[in-house]
């Protein structure tokens, strides 16, 4: 399919999912959430691409995901403001941390649970670490222990366990729309707060999300973002341990110290239509028809990373729960785990949390660091425990 059919149907479904959210009772899912749901059911019955691969390419695709998502995170960055972060930063990284070991702890009881070196077969421990890392810190961390293990050359297994990512990416980031809204009345909370503050309340975005731009606004947005997003691609060459999302963050909040930059009209309408976009793809990619001619590997790659997510968010929350930690943040923290840092960041918009979009994006890109490692680890150091 053209770029340009791509392009135009995803941009008709966000305006399509806008107006649901703002005239029906759709309203209280939200539009992060209908945007994912949308698109999956596009992509599913033809209309649309169900994903990216080097054997079929899907340019649309690929330029959402290396520029528009990190155009997302810069816009969104701008505005943001710095003295309301530190309050929610330090709980965030506590929470996004212990997601990490939940993580791990949840890939050994799920490979466990299948038999995983007689379900997957011998790179049993491979698959274990790169969902380790995948569910740390992102896809980058995916491939590069797909690349370390050579998993790559089994078509199926990699092409199988990539199918069941993106199914339980989106249905995780259901899942941590809807908890806080659902537990909200019976969560502990600390002194001197409500509900209303503690829990955050999803919006529309009608509101805040409006705004009145000149043609200078709109091509100032542009070339911060273009510019912003192509110097930090050539910083992290010259920087190759530090990711490129990690450097970008530094500039955006280097420039949102300058007011007239961070009041710049047009930056939350551009980046949340950015990070909508980003969003649609994430659906797209739910391949229901492909999971279906995997067989029996299918089934026990979705029981496996099906399993690995409940127990990581079984911990979670129960540690937020005993810790009177805010829900919103323990789900913003679990989803930076299991869909990365742009993922968090609709999620903390969507919960109406703006104070946790820059702990969301920071903790996202220390995935990026400690996926790998943490990835390795387990499979080499636990996963042979059980072959």
């Not at 340019?59 to 710095?82: E, G, K, M």
């Not at 939350?268 to 067989?295: H, N, P, Q, R």
Request: net charge negative; proline share 5%; aromatic share 12%.
């Amino acid at each position: 399919m053209e770029s340009t059919y791509i392009i135009g149907f995803l941009s008709a479904i966000i305006v399509m999912t806008e107006l649901f959210v703002r005239k029906t009772f759709l309203k209280h899912f939200g539009t992060a959430l209908l945007v994912i749901l949308f698109t999956a059911l596009f992509a599913n019955l033809g209309l649309l691409p169900t994903g990216s691969t080097e054997a079929a390419p899907v340019p649309a695709y690929d330029f959402i995901f290396s520029t528009v998502a990190p155009l997302a995170i810069f816009w969104l960055l701008l505005p943001v403001n710095l003295r309301n972060i530190f309050r929610a930063g330090k709980e965030m990284i506590v929470m996004f941390l212990v997601g990490s070991m939940a993580t791990a702890i949840g890939v050994f009881i799920g490979m466990w649970a299948i038999n995983g070196s007689e379900s997957i077969g011998p790179l049993y421990y491979a698959i274990g670490g790169m969902f380790v890392g995948t569910y740390t810190g992102g896809s980058v961390n995916f491939n590069t222990l797909g690349l370390e293990y050579n998993v790559m050359k089994d078509g199926l297994l990699y092409g199988g366990s990539i199918v069941v990512d993106n199914i339980i990416t989106t249905v995780w980031m259901i899942v941590t729309l809807a908890v806080p809204r659902l537990i909200s009345h019976v969560w502990p909370r600390k002194p001197g707060t409500e509900i209303a503050d503690y829990i955050g309340e999803g919006k529309t975005g009608e509101e805040e999300d409006t705004e009145t731009i000149h043609p200078v606004d709109f091509g100032l947005v542009l070339a911060l973002g273009f510019g912003a997003v192509w110097l930090s691609n050539r910083i992290a060459i010259f920087l190759p341990d530090i990711p490129s999302a990690l450097i970008l963050t530094g500039i955006a909040l280097l420039l949102a110290q300058i007011p007239s930059v961070s009041r710049l009209p047009g930056l939350k309408v551009t980046g949340m239509f950015a990070v909508y976009l980003f969003l649609c793809v994430i659906g797209a990619y739910c391949d229901v028809g492909a999971l279906s001619e995997l067989g029996g590997l299918g089934v026990s790659l979705l029981i496996f990373t099906t399993i690995t997510v409940t127990v990581h968010g079984m911990l979670v929350y129960t540690v937020a729960y005993f810790f009177k930690i805010n829900p919103v943040v323990a789900s913003v923290a679990s989803q930076a785990n299991v869909g990365g840092g742009p993922s968090a960041l609709a999620l903390a918009r969507s919960l109406g949390r703006e104070d946790l979009v820059l702990p969301a994006i920071l903790v996202g890109s220390l995935g990026y660091a400690v996926g790998t490692f943490l990835g390795l680890w387990v499979a080499e150091g636990w996963l042979p425990l059980i072959g």
